[in-house]
């Protein structure tokens, strides 16, 4: 199975500043996705990111709050924007088309905390 | 809107049981089903897939589908103190690529 890294693993950050995370794996795969898991909550999808354009963006997210890159088939990253308190999560990638081609795995994700 | 639900527990069986965790969903068209497993602080892994009716085991697991009831359940064998972790469902739409997940069912396996 391909090994899956997230940067940073966690950080606090102060309100009205904005964080980049980065998500690495060590295979090609078809797909990149981004998630946030609130305290106590399931995953909601953020979006997917697409290779060479732009992400397609699921219904209460939006590209100005959350900026995804996707460069090549191994590597993208996400921005949060214009930090507040809310946006206090955990932030994983996942990725699909390894062995099982529709199956997701997930990165170890990001703890984010906004003061 | 799709919807996945689950029982959010906790669920609690002695060591050695079966452990029957079930999820529904909404959304008739669905095509592939998973269940995670997920410890405290650790994130998501991938432990079943199913994406046709029946049964489908994998050592101590078996996933079951029903597409007719929009049904899945996975039932954990000889469960072990281990398998104490929050089960979550996740189901794709008419395509095969983005998951909506349950909100997870909490299983505790006393010794």
Same mark, same amino acid.
């Given at each position: +199975? ?7 693993? %966690? ?11 980065? =998500? ?5 795969? /078809? ?37 995804? +890159? ?22 994983? =990638? ?10 997701? &795995? ?10 | 809107? @799709? ?16 452990? +029957? ?14 269940? &995670? %497993?997920? &410890? ?10 199913? &994406? ?47 998951? /909506?997940?349950? @909100?997870? /069912?909490?299983?505790?396996? +006393?010794?």
């Amino acid at each position: +199975s391909a090994v899956i890294s997230q940067k940073p693993s %966690r950080d606090i950050c102060q309100r009205g500043t904005s964080l980049t995370i980065q =998500c690495q794996v060590d295979s090609q795969v /078809t797909m990149m996705f981004w998630y946030r898991q609130q305290p106590g909550q399931s995953l909601t999808l953020i979006a997917t990111a697409n290779q060479g354009s732009e992400a397609t963006y699921e219904s209460g997210f939006v590209i100005d709050k959350f900026p995804i +890159s996707r460069p090549n088939l191994t590597f993208s990253t996400l921005t949060v924007s214009n930090m507040s308190p809310e946006d206090s999560s955990i932030y994983l =990638c996942s990725v699909q088309g390894l062995a099982g081609f529709y199956e997701q &795995y997930f990165g170890p994700g990001t703890r984010l905390t906004v003061t | 809107q @799709k919807e996945v639900e689950q029982n959010s527990g906790p669920l609690s069986v002695p060591e050695g049981a079966i452990a +029957s965790l079930n999820c529904t969903y909404s959304d008739r068209v669905s095509q592939s089903f998973f269940w &995670y %497993r997920q &410890y405290s602080g650790k994130s998501p892994e991938l432990i079943m897939s199913i &994406y046709s009716n029946g049964d489908k085991e994998d050592g101590r697991f078996t996933a079951q589908l029903n597409k007719a009831s929009q049904y899945v359940s996975l039932l954990i064998r000889d469960s072990q103190p281990s398998d104490s972790a929050t089960y979550l469902c996740a189901v794709t739409g008419s395509g095969y690529s983005t998951l /909506t997940f349950g @909100k997870g /069912t909490m299983l505790l396996v +006393s010794p």
